[in-house]
Nanobody
Framework: VQLQASGGGLVQAGGSLRLSCAAS????????MGWFRQAPGKEREFVAR????????RYVDSVKGRFAISRDNAKNTVYLQMNSLKPEDTAVYYC?????????????????WGQGTQVTVSS
């Protein structure tokens, strides 16, 4: 499975972005999907995950109420809608696929990774 993340960019604080992650080489519906982010000098951090069916989603506390993960299995695409963005959300965002049913918050549990898309939030 190959993953292609897109949708990053530069936005002012309080703004919104929608990230997309398109899967190819296999049906994304067979995988739980996750979004992670990594800021300069920091470890990769879990952001959100969604089960293969889309019926279950989880978020890191810092983005609850602001971010929403969703998926369209017919399009083999997962989305991360990011609202009320803050400067501390600035990072490279990565999508990942896990053979597990619902995914986990741990990068080691994901089997495939996209190349990352930069999100920069200015104050």
């Amino acid at each position: 499975v190959q993953l292609q993340a897109s949708g990053g960019g530069l936005v002012q604080a309080g703004g919104s972005l929608r990230l997309s992650c398109a899967a190819s080489g296999g049906a994304s519906s067979n995988y739980a999907m996750g979004w992670f982010r990594q800021a300069p000098g920091k470890e990769r951090e879990f952001v959100a995950r969604i089960s293969w069916s889309g019926g279950s989603a989880r978020y890191v506390d810092s983005v609850k109420g602001r971010f929403a993960i969703s998926r369209d299995n017919a399009k083999n695409t997962v989305y991360l809608q990011m609202n009320s963005l803050k400067p501390e959300d600035t990072a490279v965002y990565y999508c990942a696929a896990s053979r597990g049913f619902s995914g986990t918050p741990y990068p080691r549990d994901y089997d495939y990774w996209g190349q990352g898309t930069q999100v920069t939030v200015s104050s």
